[in-house]
């Protein structure tokens, strides 16, 4: 059943953006609009580009007709949208519509595919209680083709309410901070914004050394809650 849902799922974007490249404007193309707009940051998430952001407006990404994450890449200038591809328990898998892949637990970026520098996996506590200490582990495909572990110590802290913007509209949330520290002294600042239902609405997280930080927003809410 789940596979039959994700395929149908693809096949319905394939299918918008089919629609949106034959669109001319008329006033109900704002949603093909935004999958197109969506669809052509693609190669520039991948690495093979600079400067390429979602154009899109807020109300376009709103009414998208899927659950859409938006992931942007500060260090490369892109930005791109994912689709929900399917949930496992406290995992979701987010997807480009050809195959730039990010997933998350418990919202935090547990492997990403399609990047280049890839994070191949990650371990990590859920840091949406607030406080005390986690630990993280990142593995890494090395250049001798060997999987390398990169393991950090880190603390959160609470640092109150705040209302955080996703395509347009605030929400309530409590902003965590995570610093963290590896066995070499290098150091991370990981933030995310949650809601009262442990929705993790936005944050700013380091995936990789050829990566850098990536901005995560859920537009629709699709992600795990409590």
């Not at 395929?7 to 974007?13: S, W």
């Not at 195959?99 to 859920?126: E, I, K, P, Y």
């Not at 995570?178 to 380091?206: H, P």
Request: hydrophobic share 40%.
């Amino acid at each position: 059943m789940a596979m039959k849902a994700a395929t149908a799922a693809g096949l319905a974007l394939a299918g918008l953006l089919t629609l949106a490249a034959c669109s001319s404007g008329s006033e109900g193309s704002g949603v093909g609009e935004a999958v197109s707009l969506i669809g052509a940051q693609v190669q520039a998430l991948r690495g093979k580009d600079t400067g390429a952001q979602i154009t899109a407006t807020d109300a376009q990404l709103r009414a998208f007709p899927q659950d859409l994450l938006l992931v942007s890449v500060p260090d490369k200038k892109v930005s791109a949208g994912l689709v929900r591809r399917n949930v496992n328990r406290d995992t979701v898998t987010w997807v480009t519509p050809d195959g730039v892949t990010v997933v998350l637990r418990q919202g935090q970026v547990v492997r990403t595919s399609g990047f280049g520098n890839d994070l191949s996996s990650g371990q990590m506590d859920d840091i949406r209680k607030g406080r005390g200490g986690t630990v993280r582990d990142y593995y890494y495909l090395g250049g001798d083709e060997t999987v390398k572990r990169v393991r950090l110590t880190c603390d959160l802290a609470t640092r109150g309410a705040q209302r955080v913007v996703v395509a347009g509209l605030a929400h309530a949330a409590t902003l965590i901070e995570e610093r963290c520290t590896d066995a070499a002294g290098a150091s991370i600042v990981n933030r995310y914004w949650v809601e009262a239902g442990g929705l993790i609405r936005k944050s700013v997280q380091f995936v990789s050394p050829g990566i850098g930080y990536v901005t995560v927003e859920d537009v629709h809410g699709g992600g795990v809650r409590r």
